[in-house]
């Protein structure tokens, strides 16, 4: 296989400067973020009492997708994730299909979660808040990755400490009632699957690990093992948020909620802990848009140096060493979003793009071989069916304005590479 573009060392690579600790907290304050304030309430109106098994099913699919990509990372440890494995295994279509998916799934991921720290800080103003936190943190990357993965650290410390104090809070409340955690028969195989496409935006962060390959340290060892780490912390928190807000408030409040973990602490008799969460909210946010826009830009480099898009994208900074006219392009993209997009919409929308993304992650580590470091053939089959399984239990409008955006890009690269031809 040949070498993956713009590859540590040549001219215009990126230092290699993230450790383990680095890395899995990138991860961290990609996920947590946007699953447990973001996509728990949709998920529990789709699941119901089936809640928890949508949350497990998802949590099976991103093993298998993080097992697949950690061991493709670590053969080609560039940016641009499974933009390069899809390139390198499959063919160039494959890898522009993966890229272009990833890059416009997450850029609606972006925008939801700026969204979402609008609607924390002033829900009146919750776009202009939006807007202004896209701005804040582009600049935040354009200045470094080192100074963003210490920002993400500071942001994962507070939100998980939020985190630990609603699960105190709710489950020794005289509130809790473990029989709400019983399946019912709003627990039906579709609700169950399409609950799981959903949550499946919430453990889809450990892609940012994959995309940064080109600036950790001795990636062979860190990407194996940072990514099972960040997603084994995240499936814990997950399942503990989950249970003690399904026991305060059920699966019909919890679907209904707008701010799911502030209504439990407020059903808790805790209404002290509501400016609390709501700041925990915010922070969770600004930590998941950080590592999104992070880790779109690295694709889009990755993408620009092959001309898949504009090559000037490809640039990278001599001070600070980023791919800073990537950084302000995609800040300025989801900063347009940010000012007119919904966050329900947008986060259905994103779960199709990801899914598809890994769905060529897992086809390209079916194709590694043993001394390639492949993992046991179950985990790439059971991770691309599971993806593509999910993708189209999502909301039909989700499925649809995802299929047709993906089906746009590859006819571009249809005419592209007619016109190559041509010529």
């Given at each position: 296989m040949?070498?993956?573009?713009g590859?540590?060392?040549?001219?215009?690579?990126?230092r290699?400067?993230?450790?383990v600790s680095?890395?899995?907290?990138?991860g961290?304050?990609s996920m947590i973020?946007a699953?447990i304030f973001?996509a728990?309430?949709?998920a529990?109106h789709a699941?119901g009492?089936?809640l928890?098994?949508?949350?497990?099913?998802?949590?099976v699919?991103?093993y298998?997708?993080?097992?697949?990509s950690?061991?493709l990372?670590?053969?080609y440890?560039?940016s641009?994730?499974?933009?390069?494995y899809?390139?390198e295994r499959?063919?160039?279509?494959?890898?522009y299909l993966?890229?272009?998916?990833f890059v416009?799934?997450?850029?609606?991921?972006?925008a939801a979660?700026a969204?979402?720290?609008?609607s924390?800080v002033?829900?009146?103003q919750a776009?202009?808040?939006?807007?202004?936190?896209?701005?804040?943190l582009?600049?935040v990357?354009?200045?470094?990755?080192?100074?963003?993965?210490?920002?993400?650290?500071?942001l994962v410390?507070v939100v998980l400490?939020v985190?630990?104090?609603v699960v105190?809070v709710?489950l020794?409340?005289?509130?809790?009632d473990?029989?709400?955690?019983?399946l019912?028969?709003?627990?039906?195989?579709?609700g169950?699957?399409q609950?799981?496409?959903l949550?499946?935006f919430?453990?889809?962060g450990?892609?940012?690990?994959?995309?940064l390959?080109?600036?950790?340290?001795?990636p062979?060892?860190?990407i194996p093992?940072?990514?099972p780490?960040?997603?084994?912390i995240?499936?814990?928190?997950?399942?503990?948020?989950?249970v003690?807000v399904?026991?305060v408030?059920g699966?019909t409040s919890?679907?209904?909620?707008?701010a799911?973990l502030?209504?439990?602490v407020r059903a808790?008799?805790a209404d002290w802990?509501?400016?609390?969460v709501?700041?925990?909210g915010?922070?969770?946010?600004?930590?998941s848009?950080?590592?999104?826009?992070l880790?779109?830009?690295?694709?889009?480099?990755?993408m620009?140096?092959?001309?898949?898009?504009?090559?000037a994208?490809a640039?990278?900074?001599?001070r600070?060493?980023?791919p800073?006219?990537?950084?302000?392009?995609v800040?300025?993209?989801?900063?347009?979003?940010?000012?007119?997009?919904?966050?329900r919409?947008a986060?259905g929308?994103?779960?199709f793009g990801v899914l598809v993304?890994?769905?060529?992650?897992n086809a390209?580590?079916?194709?590694?071989?043993?001394?390639?470091?492949?993992?046991?053939r179950?985990?790439?089959?059971?991770?691309?069916a599971?993806?593509?399984?999910?993708?189209?239990?999502?909301?039909?409008?989700?499925?649809?304005?995802?299929?047709v955006?993906?089906s746009?890009g590859a006819?571009v690269?249809?005419?592209?590479r007619?016109?190559?031809?041509?010529?």
């Open positions: 040949s070498k993956p573009s590859a540590a060392g040549g001219p215009a690579g990126l290699r400067r993230l450790g680095d890395a899995v907290v990138i961290l304050g973020g699953g973001a728990l309430a949709p529990a699941a009492s089936g928890l098994l949508g949350l497990a099913l998802a949590a699919v991103a298998c997708n993080a097992t697949s950690a061991r990372a670590a053969r440890p560039a641009g994730g499974t933009y390069v899809g390139r499959l063919g160039p279509f494959w890898g993966a890229g272009w998916a416009v799934g997450k850029t609606a991921s972006c979660m969204l979402t720290v609008g924390y002033w829900p009146e776009h202009a808040v939006a807007v202004a936190a896209v701005v804040v582009t600049a990357n354009y200045a470094g990755v080192q100074r963003s993965a210490l920002l993400t650290r500071v410390a400490a985190l630990a104090a105190v709710s020794s409340s005289t509130a809790s473990a029989a709400r955690l019983d019912g028969p709003d627990a039906g195989i579709g169950v699957l609950a799981a496409g949550l499946f919430a453990f889809a450990y892609a940012r690990i994959a995309t390959g080109e600036e950790v340290r001795d062979a060892r860190t093992r940072a990514v780490i960040a997603l084994g995240t499936l814990v928190v997950y399942a503990l948020v989950a003690s399904l026991t408030l699966p919890l679907g209904d909620a707008t799911p502030s209504d439990a808790a008799g802990m509501v400016p609390v709501r700041v925990g915010a922070v969770a946010a600004l930590g848009l950080l590592a999104l826009i880790g779109v830009s690295r694709t889009t480099l990755a620009a140096r092959d001309r898949h898009l504009p090559h994208l640039a990278v900074h001599p600070f060493e980023v800073h006219r990537a950084e302000l392009v800040g300025g993209v989801v900063a347009v979003l940010a000012a007119t997009a919904d966050v919409g986060i929308f994103s779960s993304y890994y769905a060529v992650a390209s580590a079916w194709t590694l071989t043993p001394e390639e470091g492949r993992p046991a179950v985990v790439p089959a059971l991770g691309l599971g993806c593509l399984v999910l993708a189209f239990a999502l909301p039909v409008s989700s499925v649809v304005s995802g299929a955006v993906l746009l006819l690269h249809g005419i592209r007619a016109i190559a031809t041509r010529g």
